[in-house]
């Protein structure tokens, strides 16, 4: 309870108090369950989507507000970590310099770029998939982005210089953890497209092969992880999930 407890606390806005002292240890119990959090944030999108349908509203207005809902249930921080990524990730120079950028607290134009295309993907899925009904599709697409955030924790070993947070998730998740969530989302993913049962794990798949190669990259460019990879890896992989998911018609 003390790692759900802190996982809330962290990834939320939700009034829960976790411990008060916390090491590797309390970070790695809260990052193992970051995808419990990502199914309470999916199931309050959904909410907002079923509202915003009810009272007439469009299906792309339903995705707006639910993407607003999540970047506002969640700090923002993983929409600004998306774009400190993609800044660090385009500017030139050595590791220092491009952490340098991450930390400036302004938005370059390779992370507005990467804003507009993730929110502008995200709404328009989510709004897709609430109209054809497809409800644990969005829960399912939100919760996989947790997913992403274990896999991070176990790629990169290490911290990214001057990474508070990298330095106390980095390295802290095992391989039965990361593969026991991986082989539970491939099993729960059959279920979000009814009637192409293939198209989940294809989702699965491509999603967290793409989260992949960002982390690894990214611990390469600034030299470990930080918070902000995991929040663009986490974005990436929601937008990627979706996307694929609301191809079906």
């Given at each position: 309870m003390t790692g759900l407890r802190l996982a809330v606390s962290w990834l939320t806005v939700l009034p829960v108090r976790g411990p008060d002292t916390v090491d590797r240890a309390a970070a790695k119990r809260a990052i193992s369950l970051a995808p419990v959090v990502g199914i309470l944030l999916g199931l309050a999108?959904?909410?907002?989507?079923?509202?915003?349908?009810?009272?007439?509203?469009?299906?792309?207005?339903?995705?707006?507000?639910?993407?607003?809902?999540?970047?506002?249930?969640?700090?923002?921080?993983?929409?600004?970590?998306?774009?400190?990524?993609?800044?660090?990730?385009?500017?030139?120079?050595?590791?220092?310099?491009?952490?340098?950028?991450?930390?400036?607290?302004?938005?370059?134009?390779?992370?507005?770029?990467?804003?507009?295309?993730?929110?502008?993907?995200?709404?328009?899925?989510?709004g897709s998939l609430a109209g054809s009904g497809r409800w644990f599709a969005i829960v399912f697409a939100i919760t996989l982005g947790r997913v992403a955030v274990i896999l991070a924790c176990r790629m990169a070993a290490e911290p990214a210089p001057g990474a508070g947070f990298g330095a106390l998730v980095a390295g802290t998740q095992s391989v039965p953890t990361t593969a026991a969530w991986i082989v539970f989302a491939l099993a729960a993913s059959v279920f979000a497209v009814p009637g192409t049962w293939w198209l989940g794990p294809v989702a699965v798949v491509a999603a967290l092969n793409l989260a992949a190669v960002l982390i690894r990259h990214c611990t390469h460019r600034f030299g470990g992880l930080n918070g902000d990879v995991l929040g663009a890896a986490l974005e990436l992989t929601v937008t990627t999930t979706a996307a694929v998911l609301s191809l079906h018609p």
């Open positions: 999108a959904s909410a907002v989507l079923w509202t915003v349908g009810a009272v007439g509203g469009s299906d792309l207005l339903g995705g707006l507000l639910a993407v607003a809902g999540l970047a506002a249930a969640t700090r923002g921080m993983h929409l600004d970590g998306l774009a400190d990524t993609f800044d660090g990730l385009g500017s030139y120079g050595p590791p220092e310099r491009a952490r340098e950028i991450m930390k400036s607290g302004g938005a370059g134009p390779f992370g507005v770029a990467a804003l507009i295309f993730v929110i502008g993907i995200q709404a328009a899925t989510f």
